[in-house]
């Protein structure tokens, strides 16, 4: 997991803030805490996406590492 210093909430993880990737920090740093739901931006949607891809790819190669062992 990528440690995002610059995110301005902290997670649960004893006020560490902690993203699976770099598109989840980004879209949590954009989002940040809203107390009404809302459609998202284009942007927003963009990172979301993003990310889905990101996961994807770290999925696949944690997968990948523990079938060759």
Known sequence: MNYDESTDHPSKNGGENISATPSI?????????????????????????????EVAQVTRAVLANRNAT
Do not use: C, D, F, V
Request: glycine share 4%; hydrophobic share 35%; aromatic share 0%.
């Open 25 to 53: 920090a980004s879209l949590n740093r954009k989002l940040g805490i809203s107390p009404a739901p809302r459609m998202l931006t284009k942007s927003e949607i963009e990172l979301l996406k993003q990310s889905e891809r």
